[in-house]
C-alpha cells in the first residue's frame, strides 16, 4: 500500500476522481481506523517531516515537532556563522536525547562543514537515528553514542554548541495530555521529573564541562517554563543571550553561554 502513503499533495487534486480498488479501499479503512482510534498519523504512514526533510519514526522515538524547527533553525544560523569565520577549524555540535535523530541530521544536512555528534539512553531510538542517518547519507559526519546525557561521552570531547529538546513535561501532568502524545509517544520522551525540569538542572551543572570556553547551550522548553529554566541556568553562572518565541508566540528556546572557568 506504499503507493496509497506517497500520493503528493498536488495529485490529490489532480486526481481526485480516481477510483480506488477494493484491496486499496480495505487498507486505507485500516489506516482510518487507526487515526480514528487516536493514534498519531505519523505512526500510521510511518515518517514525519520536519524542516523540509523526512524521517523515519516507531513508538521508539517522539514524532519530531514543529516548534523544535525554531531550535534547528537558530542552531544551524549559529553554525554557519561559526565556519564562516576566518581561519576557524570545523564547528562541532552536540544533540542532546537525539531521538530520530531529526535535530542532528538536519544540522548536519544544512552545515556540511559540521561534525555532529548525538547522545540518547534508548537503544531502540538510537536505531532509528542511525538508520535516518543513513537514509540522508550523511552517517559519516553524525556519530551516534548511547548515553545517560553526557555520561558516556569520550573524555576528549568538546563542543562549539550543545542543543537540547529535553524530556519537559512534569510527571504529574503526563496522565493530561492528549492521547496521541500520552499512549504513543515513549515516556521516556517525555517525562521530565516531578516539575518538569530535572534535565534542565543535570545540563546547567553537566554541559559546560562539555563546551569550549563560553559556547553556546539551546534548548527548547514546555510552556510557561521560561522563567524556570533561565534561572535554573543563571544560578549556575550561564548568561543568557536569549529567550526566543516559537511561531505561535510561545516561549519556546534558551540561548545561553557557558561559566567562565
Ligand atoms: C523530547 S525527546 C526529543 C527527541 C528529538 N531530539 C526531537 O527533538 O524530536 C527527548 C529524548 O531524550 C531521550 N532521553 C531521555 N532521558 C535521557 C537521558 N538520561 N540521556 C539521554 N537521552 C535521554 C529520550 O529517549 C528522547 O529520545
Known sequence: ??????????KLYLDFERVLTEPQLTALRA????????????????????????????????IPRPETELLAERAWESLQRLARQPGS?????????????????????????VTVHAVEISEAALAVAIS?????GISDRVLFHQSDLLAALPKELRFDLIVANPPYIATPELETLQPEVRNYDPRLALDGGVDGLA?????ASE??????????????????QADAVAEIFRSQGW??????????????IIIARGPVY
Open 132 to 136: 535516518n542517518a543513513r537514509q540522508h
Open 239 to 252: 548568561t543568557i543571550d536569549k529567550l526566543a518565541r516559537d511561531l505561535a508566540g510561545n516561549l519556546r
Open 31 to 62: 489506516m482510518v481506523k487507526r487515526r480514528a482510534e487516536r493514534e498519531p498519523l505519523q505512526h500510521i504512514v510511518g515518517s514525519a517531516c520536519f524542516c523540509g526533510l523526512n524521517f523515519a519514526v516507531s513508538p521508539a522515538v517522539l
Open 89 to 113: 577549524a570545523p564547528p562541532s555540535v552536540l544533540d542532546v536525547g537525539t531521538g530520530s535523530g531529526c535535530l542532528a541530521i538536519t544540522l548536519a544536512v544544512k552545515c556540511p562543514a
Open 199 to 203: 534535565f534542565y538542572r543535570r545540563l
Open 207 to 224: 554541559a559546560p564541562a562539555r563546551l569550549h570556553s563560553q559556547s553556546t547551550l539551546m534548548a527548547e522548553f514546555g510552556d510557561n
Open 1 to 10: 500500500m506504499a503507493e496509497l502513503l506517497q500520493v503528493p499533495r498536488l
